[in-house]
Nanobody, 125 residues
Framework: QVQLVESGGGSVQAGGSLRLACAASGYTSSTSNMAWFRQAAGNQREWVSCISSYGSTIHADSVKGRFTISRDNTKNTLYLQMNSLKPEDPAMYYC???????????????????WGQGTQVTVSS
């Protein structure tokens, strides 16, 4: 059974940092594209960052230069380092995965097969 479990969310002041983690079990994440999405209350879920099975990364313009996606294949874990958090960043953050050995990663929600339950991020001004 494939499971993705996020952790690391919490409350932080604007300008602060958080590191989210997504532990994968039931399959080998190193041969998958993985991504972070977020959904703020009342909004649609939006793509944040993704990493291909070969390690190439893409970040949404809204987080570029502030967030960094990475993975540790030895731990089957995906990370999202979030620095300089802004009042517009609060949301439920979800990790997602799709078995795909490619040099590029997908940014569309429909491309991903496995999803975690999410971890909440709150930013106070």
């Amino acid at each position: 059974q494939v499971q993705l479990v996020e952790s690391g969310g919490g409350s932080v002041q604007a300008g602060g940092s958080l590191r989210l983690a997504c532990a994968a079990s039931g399959y080998t994440s190193s041969t998958s594209n993985m991504a972070w999405f977020r959904q703020a209350a009342g909004n649609q879920r939006e793509w944040v960052s993704c990493i291909s099975s070969y390690g190439s990364t893409i970040h949404a313009d809204s987080v570029k230069g502030r967030f960094t996606i990475s993975r540790d294949n030895t731990k089957n874990t995906l990370y999202l380092q979030m620095n300089s958090l802004k009042p517009e960043d609060p949301a439920m953050y979800y990790c997602a995965a799709r078995p795909s050995r490619t040099s590029y990663c997908a940014t569309g929600e429909d491309s991903y097969v496995y999803w975690g339950q999410g971890t909440q991020v709150t930013v106070s001004s």
